[in-house]
């Protein structure tokens, strides 16, 4: 089974602080996406990486594929309380359209 | 566009009752995916659709569970009989590529989940 674990489960914060959020596996995937979720509703997709040591920026967001393509991170800077939300990593492979997620961390960003 | 629509949003219902749950995916999506979500186990697949046909049914859960997408604009999750050990918030999502190819358009659009509940 391919597993996706993430780190921390839970981040509370102050707004303006910055934190990094971790997504590792023992598999090698093709592809990593990160979404963010809030409370009744679905994910939404932030970002797709694909090629390994590939970084990627999205307004105060960074995120980073490891060069072994099995890890990324994503990096907030100044989050603000716009950022709160379930944030979920999720890993594709070349063949098929299966999705294997991580557990999420969950992020409270506090005014 | 409406974006993936499911219906119920909310279901209650006692053990042994079947359950059938609804998602219309976004015109023109090829790929259509229903995942589970709990706080135990998290965000799993169940099952994915293309072009109307079952690719990939390896998460769903047992038999009492079946997926049926009879057109390219409804599908259906049904659940008979339903368990306590069945709540969850169900998602339906769509895409209009493959996730492996790279590029645009593999983007999977979720919808905003029907929470059953199992008593």
């Known amino acids: 089974t391919q597993l996706l674990e993430q780190s921390p489960q839970f981040l509370s914060i102050q707004e303006g602080e910055n934190l990094t959020v971790y997504c590792n596996s023992s598999?090698?995937?093709?592809?990593l996406q990160w979404y963010r979720q809030e409370p009744g509703e679905g994910p939404v997709l932030l970002v797709t990486v694909v090629t390994g040591g590939e970084v990627k920026k999205l307004k105060r967001l960074t995120f980073q594929f490891g060069d072994a393509r099995k890890d990324s991170s994503l990096h907030i800077t100044a989050a603000q309380p716009g950022d709160t939300g379930l944030y979920l990593c999720a890993g594709g492979k070349t063949s098929g359209s299966r999705l294997t997620f991580g557990e999420g961390t969950q992020l409270t960003v506090n005014p | 566009d409406a974006g993936v629509i499911q219906s119920p949003r909310h279901e209650v219902t006692e053990m042994g009752q079947e359950v059938t749950l609804r998602c219309k995916p976004i015109s023109g999506h090829d790929y259509l995916f229903w995942y589970r979500q709990t706080m135990m186990r998290g965000l799993e697949l169940l099952i994915y659709?293309?072009?109307?046909?079952?690719?990939?049914d390896s998460g769903m859960p047992e038999d009492r569970f079946s997926a049926k997408m009879p057109n390219a604009s409804f599908s259906t999750l049904k659940i008979q009989p339903s368990e306590p050990r069945d709540s969850a918030v169900y998602f339906c999502a769509s895409s209009f590529r493959p996730l492996g190819l790279a590029g645009e358009g593999n983007e999977q659009f979720f919808g905003p989940g029907t929470r059953l509940t199992v008593l």
């Open positions: 659709f293309n072009n109307n046909v079952p690719i990939d």
């Open positions: 598999s090698v995937f093709s592809s």
